[in-house]
C-alpha cells in the first residue's frame, strides 16, 4: 500500500526539440519560449510515485503504509527472542541455518540489528520523501530513524538512512547502544546504457554483557520488585547506566564496527527505440547484452572486552579462569579478545536478455576474487579465493512462470570447493487465485572461522599495549581441559574438537500462496551433513551423523466481521536423527482485531496479540564469544507473550501503542508484574513493558 496520495506522474529521459529544464527536485518544466519567466503549472505537484528495488533484485516494491502489524516496523522479529533488552543478543526460533559458502566470521548474535547490502533500498521517486521514526518504550528505552530519499534528476537517485538504539535495560549491566548509518545512490546515463549503483554503510553495535543472572535469586521478592536489584554473572558491581542515546559506555560487553563500500557499474549494449505520447517523445533503450563489474570492501571489528574484569565471578560462572602466569588480575587489566577481518572483493559478469522488453529474463556468468586478512591479536591470517558463479532467472511477460537458477563454486583458494546451488519454480494458479512455488538448494560450506579454526584467548594490561602492543598469553583455564594453548593464537577463547570437515545442507521447500482466500503454507526439509556447532560455552563441535529437520507453517486472515480480523499464524517444527539441534515443537501467532477506516482519515486497528511456543531446551549464549550454544538439560517452559496495542494512521502520520507481557502479572504478588518469563537458563525476558512509536512521512 501507499503512503501518501499516489498519480501517475510524467517521467522525461530525453525530449528532443522540446524547451525543458529540470527544477530544484528533478521535475521536468517546460519553459514557456515567449516568456522566459513563466512556468506551466505542473498537475502532479502535489502528488508522489515511489518505489524502490533491493540489491541485486529487478522487482518493484512499493513502500508499506499498513498498520496492523507492528513488526513490519520494529528490527526484531516477532519469531525472534533477545537476551532480555532491545538490542542484546538475539536468535531466530525458526531454525535458518546458515548456508552461504566461502568465508564466515561466524559471528550472528547481533544481525538482525545490521544494514546490509542485501536490505538496502534503491529508489526511484518524484518527489523527495523523508519519514522520522521515534520509538520510546519502558526505562528510558529508545529508537531513532531518519530516512530521506530523492531524485536529484530523473536518472539519479540519493538516499539516506541513520538509526540508534539505545536502551538501559531492566537488569544490571545490560544496556545496549547500537547505530546504523547508510548512504546508497542510483545513477543512469542519459542514453540508459550506463548504470551505478553505489553504497556505503557503516554498523555499530554496543552490548553490555551481564552473563544471565546468579543461581538462586527469587525474582518475586526483589525490593520494590525493581529487577535492577538482582545480581549478575558480570557486572553486578557497576552502578546505574547513561540513558544518553547518542554516547554510552560498555565497561564490559561486546563492541562490533562493521565498514561496507559497494559500488556496482554496468554498461549495456541493446536496442534504440522512441515512444510518442500526448505530443511527448520518450527515449527508450532495451539491453540486450552487459558487461557489469561489482567491488566491495568490508572491515569488521569484533571485540569482547572487560575494563574491570573480577576474576571470581569468571571462574564461578563463565568456568573460565583469567589469572595469568604474572601473579593473576591485578587493578588496571583488561580482558579483551579481538578479531579485525577486511575483505575485498571484484566481481566481473556478463549478462545476456534473450527478450528485449523483459528485463525480468536474463542469463548471468560471473567470476570474483576475493582478498581476504585477518588481524587476530599476534598474528595474521590471509585467504585468497577464485570463484565462478552462474544465474538464470525468467519471470515470463504473461507472468505466469517465474524461473531462478543459480550456481557458486570456489574454484580455489583456501575455500576451494564450496559450493551452492539454488532452483526454483514458482507457477501461478489457474483463475489468478494464487502461486506454488517449489525449489531445492544444496550448500557445501567450510565451518564458519570461529568454529574451526578459532583458538586461544588474551589478557593484556593497558600500559603494554601502548608502550609495547604485548599480548600476553598462557596455557588454557580451568574449564578448558588440559589443552595448552598454541603461543601464536590470541583471539576468542574456542576449543576445537577434533578436525572439522565440509558441512553439507540440503533444504526442499514449497510455498502455497492463496490471497483470495488470505492463506499462505510453507514447508521446508533440511537434511544436515557435518553440521557444525557449539556444544559448550567454548567447545565447538562437529556432528558425526545425519539428521534432518521439518519445518511447516501456515498463515491465515479470518475476516469475523465488518471490523474484526483474526490473524494466525502458526509454525510446526520437527528434527530427526541425532540431531544437536532444538527447536520449539509449535510456535505461534495470533492477533484479534478491530480494524477499519473511519472519519475519513482515520486507519484503526487495536486489539489483543498472543505468541506461544512449546517448551524446548533453549540454546544458551555464551558471552565472551558471543555464541548460542547447543543444551540438551535444562528445558525452558514459558507462558504465553500477552500484549494489547492501538494502532492508528491519520494521513501520513502513524502511532503504534503497545502494553506487552501482561501474562507476567503475579496476583499473589500484589498483581505486581513479576512472573517472568525465561528465554534460556538464568536469562529473564521483561515484566510488563509499555512502548510509544512514531512513524511520520513527508513529501516536500
Same mark, same amino acid.
Given at each position: 500500500?501507499?503512503?501518501?496520495?499516489?498519480?501517475?506522474?510524467?517521467?522525461? @529521459?530525453?525530449?528532443?526539440?522540446?524547451?525543458?529544464?529540470?527544477?530544484?527536485?528533478?521535475? %521536468?518544466? !517546460?519553459?514557456?519560449?515567449?516568456?522566459?519567466?513563466?512556468?506551466?503549472?505542473?498537475?502532479?505537484?502535489?502528488?508522489?510515485?515511489?518505489?524502490?528495488?533491493?540489491?541485486?533484485?529487478?522487482?518493484?516494491?512499493?513502500?508499506?503504509?499498513?498498520?496492523?502489524?507492528?513488526?513490519?516496523?520494529?528490527?526484531?522479529?516477532?519469531?525472534?527472542?533477545?537476551?532480555?533488552?532491545?538490542?542484546?543478543?538475539?536468535?531466530?526460533?525458526?531454525?535458518?541455518?546458515?548456508?552461504?559458502?566461502?568465508?564466515?566470521?561466524?559471528?550472528?548474535?547481533?544481525?538482525?540489528?545490521?544494514?546490509?547490502?542485501?536490505?538496502?533500498?534503491? &529508489?526511484?521517486? $518524484?518527489?523527495?520523501?523523508?519519514? #522520522?521514526?521515534?520509538?520510546?518504550?519502558?526505562?528510558?528505552?529508545?529508537?531513532?530513524?531518519?530516512?530521506?530519499?530523492?531524485?536529484?534528476?530523473?536518472?539519479?537517485?540519493?538516499?539516506?538512512?541513520?538509526?540508534?538504539?539505545?536502551?538501559?535495560?531492566?537488569?544490571?549491566?545490560?544496556?545496549?547502544?547500537?547505530?546504523? +548509518?547508510?548512504?546508497?545512490?542510483? &545513477?543512469?546515463?542519459?542514453?540508459?546504457?550506463?548504470?551505478?549503483?553505489?553504497?556505503?554503510?557503516?554498523?555499530?553495535?554496543?552490548?553490555?554483557?551481564?552473563?544471565?543472572?546468579?543461581?538462586?535469586?527469587? +525474582?518475586?521478592?526483589?525490593? =520494590?520488585?525493581?529487577?535492577?536489584?538482582?545480581? #549478575?554473572?558480570?557486572?553486578?558491581?557497576?552502578?546505574?547506566?547513561?540513558?544518553?542515546?547518542?554516547?554510552?559506555?560498555?565497561?564490559?560487553?561486546?563492541?562490533?564496527?562493521?565498514?561496507?563500500?559497494?559500488?556496482?557499474?554496468?554498461?549495456?549494449?541493446?536496442?534504440?527505440?522512441?515512444?510518442?505520447?500526448?505530443?511527448?517523445?520518450?527515449?527508450?533503450?532495451?539491453?540486450?547484452?552487459?558487461?557489469?563489474? #561489482?567491488?566491495?570492501?568490508?572491515?569488521?571489528?569484533?571485540?569482547?572486552?572487560?575494563?574491570?574484569?573480577?576474576?571470581?565471578?569468571?571462574?564461578?560462572?563463565?568456568?573460565?579462569?583469567?589469572?595469568?602466569?604474572?601473579?593473576? /588480575?591485578?587493578?588496571?587489566?583488561?580482558?579483551?579478545?579481538?578479531?579485525?577481518?577486511?575483505?575485498?572483493?571484484? @566481481?566481473?559478469?556478463?549478462?545476456?536478455?534473450?527478450?528485449?522488453?523483459?528485463?525480468?529474463?536474463?542469463? !548471468?556468468?560471473?567470476?570474483?576474487?576475493?582478498? /581476504?586478512?585477518?588481524?587476530?591479536?599476534?598474528?595474521?591470517?590471509?585467504?585468497?579465493?577464485?570463484?565462478?558463479?552462474?544465474?538464470?532467472?525468467?519471470?515470463?511477460?504473461?507472468?505466469?512462470?517465474?524461473?531462478?537458477?543459480?550456481?557458486?563454486?570456489?574454484?580455489?583458494?583456501?575455500?576451494?570447493?564450496?559450493?551452492?546451488?539454488? /532452483?526454483?519454480?514458482?507457477?501461478?494458479?489457474?483463475?489468478?487465485?494464487?502461486?506454488?512455488?517449489?525449489? =531445492?538448494?544444496?550448500?557445501?560450506?567450510?565451518?564458519?572461522?570461529?568454529?574451526?579454526?578459532?583458538?586461544? =584467548? #588474551?589478557?593484556?594490561?593497558?600500559?603494554?599495549?601502548?608502550?609495547?602492543?604485548?599480548?600476553?598469553?598462557?596455557?588454557? %583455564?580451568?574449564?578448558?581441559? $588440559?589443552?595448552?594453548?598454541?603461543?601464536?593464537?590470541?583471539?576468542?577463547?574456542?576449543?576445537?574438537?577434533?578436525?572439522?570437515?565440509?558441512?553439507?545442507?540440503?533444504?526442499?521447500?514449497?510455498?502455497?500462496?492463496? %490471497?483470495?482466500?488470505?492463506?499462505?503454507?510453507?514447508?521446508?526439509?533440511? +537434511?544436515?551433513?557435518?553440521?557444525?556447532?557449539?556444544?559448550?560455552?567454548?567447545?565447538?563441535?562437529?556432528?558425526?551423523?545425519?539428521?534432518?529437520? +521439518?519445518?511447516?507453517?501456515?498463515?491465515?486472515?479470518?475476516?469475523?466481521?465488518?471490523?474484526?480480523?483474526?490473524?494466525?499464524?502458526?509454525?510446526?517444527?520437527?528434527?530427526?536423527?541425532?540431531?544437536?539441534?532444538?527447536?520449539?515443537?509449535?510456535?505461534?501467532?495470533?492477533?484479534?482485531?478491530?480494524?477499519?477506516?473511519?472519519?475519513?482519515?482515520?486507519?484503526?486497528?487495536?486489539?489483543?496479540?498472543?505468541?506461544?511456543?512449546?517448551?524446548?531446551?533453549?540454546?544458551?549464549?555464551?558471552?565472551?564469544?558471543?555464541?548460542?550454544?547447543?543444551?540438551?538439560?535444562?528445558?525452558?517452559?514459558?507462558?504465553?507473550?500477552?500484549?494489547?496495542?492501538?494502532?492508528?494512521? /491519520?494521513?501520513? &502520520?502513524?502511532?503504534?501503542?503497545?502494553?506487552?507481557?501482561?501474562?507476567?502479572?503475579?496476583?499473589?504478588?500484589?498483581?505486581?508484574?513479576?512472573?517472568?518469563?525465561?528465554?534460556?537458563?538464568?536469562?529473564?525476558?521483561?515484566?510488563?513493558?509499555?512502548?510509544?512509536?512514531?512513524?511520520?512521512? &513527508?513529501?516536500?
Amino acid at each position: 500500500m501507499m503512503c501518501c496520495a499516489v498519480a501517475k506522474t510524467q517521467v522525461y @529521459d530525453t525530449i528532443p526539440g522540446g524547451n525543458y529544464q529540470y527544477d530544484s527536485h528533478g521535475r %521536468p518544466i !517546460k519553459v514557456d519560449s515567449a516568456n522566459q519567466t513563466l512556468q506551466h503549472r505542473d498537475i502532479y505537484e502535489d502528488s508522489i510515485t515511489i518505489f524502490y528495488r533491493y540489491w541485486d533484485s529487478t522487482r518493484i516494491n512499493k513502500i508499506d503504509s499498513s498498520i496492523n502489524d507492528f513488526y513490519t516496523r520494529y528490527p526484531v522479529p516477532w519469531w525472534y527472542v533477545d537476551m532480555g533488552n532491545f538490542g542484546s543478543a538475539a536468535h531466530s526460533l525458526i531454525f535458518q541455518p546458515n548456508m552461504k559458502p566461502g568465508f564466515d566470521a561466524g559471528f550472528h548474535a547481533y544481525d538482525i540489528y545490521r544494514y546490509t547490502p542485501e536490505n538496502t533500498k534503491f &529508489f526511484q521517486t $518524484t518527489r523527495p520523501y523523508s519519514e #522520522t521514526i521515534y520509538l520510546l518504550g519502558s526505562r528510558a528505552e529508545q529508537m531513532i530513524e531518519l530516512f530521506h530519499t530523492q531524485n536529484r534528476k530523473s536518472n539519479f537517485n540519493i538516499a539516506f538512512d541513520f538509526r540508534v538504539i539505545n536502551s538501559p535495560g531492566a537488569f544490571k549491566n545490560q544496556n545496549t547502544n547500537n547505530s546504523n +548509518l547508510r548512504l546508497n545512490t542510483f &545513477f543512469q546515463s542519459s542514453n540508459k546504457r550506463y548504470i551505478n549503483y553505489f553504497a556505503v554503510i557503516n554498523n555499530k553495535i554496543l552490548s553490555s554483557e551481564n552473563g544471565g543472572l546468579k543461581p538462586n535469586q527469587n +525474582l518475586d521478592s526483589l525490593s =520494590f520488585n525493581d529487577p535492577f536489584g538482582a545480581n #549478575t554473572k558480570l557486572g553486578s558491581e557497576l552502578g546505574q547506566f547513561s540513558r544518553n542515546i547518542f554516547g554510552q559506555n560498555i565497561t564490559i560487553g561486546t563492541q562490533y564496527k562493521e565498514g561496507i563500500f559497494l559500488m556496482r557499474q554496468s554498461y549495456d549494449f541493446g536496442q534504440k527505440d522512441s515512444l510518442v505520447q500526448d505530443s511527448v517523445t520518450y527515449k527508450l533503450f532495451y539491453p540486450r547484452f552487459r558487461i557489469q563489474h #561489482t567491488i566491495q570492501f568490508t572491515i569488521d571489528n569484533y571485540e569482547y572486552h572487560d575494563y574491570d574484569p573480577v576474576d571470581s565471578d569468571y571462574i564461578k560462572y563463565l568456568n573460565y579462569n583469567p589469572a595469568i602466569s604474572y601473579n593473576g /588480575i591485578s587493578a588496571g587489566d583488561t580482558i579483551k579478545f579481538k578479531d579485525k577481518w577486511q575483505n575485498l572483493t571484484n @566481481d566481473f559478469a556478463l549478462i545476456s536478455y534473450p527478450q528485449k522488453n523483459n528485463l525480468n529474463q536474463f542469463l !548471468k556468468l560471473n567470476a570474483g576474487y576475493e582478498m /581476504i586478512k585477518g588481524d587476530l591479536g599476534s598474528y595474521s591470517q590471509n585467504y585468497d579465493n577464485l570463484y565462478t558463479d552462474a544465474e538464470y532467472r525468467n519471470r515470463t511477460r504473461n507472468q505466469l512462470y517465474d524461473v531462478e537458477a543459480s550456481g557458486k563454486l570456489y574454484v580455489t583458494g583456501h575455500y576451494a570447493g564450496d559450493y551452492s546451488a539454488y /532452483i526454483s519454480l514458482k507457477r501461478s494458479l489457474r483463475k489468478n487465485i494464487g502461486s506454488l512455488q517449489v525449489g =531445492f538448494q544444496n550448500v557445501n560450506r567450510t565451518p564458519s572461522f570461529m568454529e574451526s579454526e578459532n583458538t586461544g =584467548f #588474551t589478557l593484556t594490561r593497558p600500559q603494554y599495549i601502548e608502550d609495547l602492543n604485548t599480548s600476553y598469553t598462557t596455557t588454557r %583455564p580451568t574449564g578448558f581441559g $588440559t589443552i595448552v594453548m598454541n603461543q601464536s593464537l590470541t583471539d576468542f577463547p574456542v576449543i576445537q574438537q577434533g578436525s572439522f570437515k565440509k558441512e553439507n545442507i540440503t533444504r526442499l521447500f514449497a510455498v502455497i500462496n492463496i %490471497p483470495p482466500a488470505n492463506l499462505q503454507l510453507t514447508g521446508e526439509y533440511y +537434511l544436515f551433513t557435518n553440521y557444525t556447532y557449539f556444544s559448550s560455552l567454548y567447545t565447538s563441535t562437529q556432528s558425526s551423523s545425519v539428521f534432518n529437520v +521439518l519445518h511447516v507453517s501456515a498463515q491465515k486472515v479470518i475476516k469475523v466481521s465488518k471490523f474484526f480480523n483474526w490473524y494466525l499464524e502458526g509454525n510446526l517444527q520437527q528434527t530427526a536423527g541425532n540431531a544437536p539441534v532444538n527447536v520449539p515443537l509449535v510456535l505461534a501467532r495470533s492477533r484479534f482485531a478491530f480494524e477499519g477506516n473511519f472519519f475519513k482519515n482515520l486507519f484503526l486497528s487495536t486489539g489483543i496479540e498472543v505468541r506461544y511456543y512449546t517448551p524446548y531446551k533453549t540454546p544458551v549464549y555464551s558471552p565472551l564469544n558471543g555464541q548460542f550454544y547447543f543444551q540438551d538439560s535444562t528445558t525452558i517452559s514459558t507462558k504465553p507473550d500477552v500484549n494489547i496495542y492501538l494502532n492508528f494512521r /491519520i494521513k501520513s &502520520f502513524k502511532a503504534f501503542i503497545r502494553l506487552e507481557n501482561l501474562d507476567t502479572v503475579d496476583p499473589s504478588n500484589g498483581f505486581s508484574f513479576t512472573k517472568y518469563n525465561y528465554v534460556a537458563p538464568l536469562y529473564p525476558s521483561r515484566a510488563l513493558w509499555f512502548r510509544v512509536g512514531i512513524w511520520w512521512n &513527508f513529501v516536500n
